[in-house]
């Protein structure tokens, strides 16, 4: 059991880190940075809502209804480039700015930096 957050770095840039949790259960190790330049991070759960066995919706984890019905993890990380000025115009991309666990909502960003979604979706099958 490990956790993933985001915090500044001492470089004073957005990371992903990890803190991993000791396998002889002698508690939390050392916070390591794993990835400079994660702006943010997302992750939803794909819920089965009827009972017939795929995902019906994907939902933050405060919305999930019913944690047994959930088949998918959905992990979205926004990665941004340390240079600004990279970039002629503002990037545009696709993100849930709404909380509906769904990235259908256009930004732009308020920098000339290169922006990146990288999103992965993992099936539960062991359910």
């Known amino acids: 059991l490990d956790l993933y957050y985001l915090r500044t770095n001492p470089a004073g840039r957005r990371a992903l880190y990890r803190l991993p949790w000791a396998r002889d259960g002698g508690g939390w190790g050392a916070a390591e940075e794993l990835v400079e330049g994660v702006e943010a991070m997302r992750i939803v759960y794909g819920e089965d809502t009827n009972g017939d066995g795929p995902v019906d919706v994907y939902r933050l984890a405060g919305n999930v209804s019913d944690w047994a019905r959930v088949r998918a993890v959905r992990v979205s ?27 259908d909502n256009q930004v732009t960003a308020p920098d000339r930096r290169l922006y990146l979604v990288f999103t992965s979706t993992f099936n539960l099958r062991n359910r």
């Open 77 to 103: 990380l926004l990665l941004a480039s340390a240079e600004n000025g990279l970039a002629t115009n503002p990037q545009s991309y696709f993100w849930d700015t709404d909380n509906d666990g769904e990235p």
